[in-house]
């Protein structure tokens, strides 16, 4: 079981850029494909973004296309999640999980969760 820990989260004001990071406690990351999801208030959680284990494959949900670009560095066993241009309806509390990776399929499911970071866009 891999351990995944977020940051990056905070506030941030309609049209503004966070960099989410999702620091992993082992080196073992490097063989996994890792996925981004968020649970906004009163919804379902939904996936944005998924890469696989050598960084080659990124998936994106069609609402964060052109916004988000999602990135790896294995060495620091960190994924990020660079989001840019932010609405106020991108508030949601953002998860990074394990996944399993599918070419132009956007990861549904995860396996080992981390504890989430807070994404508010407010002004």
């Known amino acids: 079981q891999l351990q995944l820990v977020e940051s990056g989260g905070g506030l941030v004001q309609p049209g503004g850029s966070l960099r989410l990071s999702c620091t992993a406690s082992?080196?073992?990351?490097?063989?996994?494909?890792i996925g981004w999801f968020r649970q906004a208030p009163g919804k379902e959680r939904e996936g944005v973004s998924c890469?696989?284990?050598?960084?080659?494959?990124?998936n994106y949900g069609d609402s964060v296309k052109g916004r988000f670009t999602i990135s790896r560095d294995n060495d620091k066993k960190t994924v990020y999640l660079q989001m840019n241009n932010l609405p106020r309806e991108y508030t949601a509390v953002y998860y990074c999980?394990?996944?399993?990776?599918?070419?132009?399929?956007?990861?549904?499911?995860?396996?080992?969760w981390g504890q989430g970071t807070q994404v508010t866009v407010s002004s």
């Open positions: 082992s080196s073992q990351m490097s063989k996994y494909a």
């Open positions: 999980a394990t996944v399993n990776f599918q070419e132009e399929v956007l990861c549904a499911r995860g396996f080992d």
């Open positions: 890469i696989n284990s050598w960084g080659s494959g990124l």
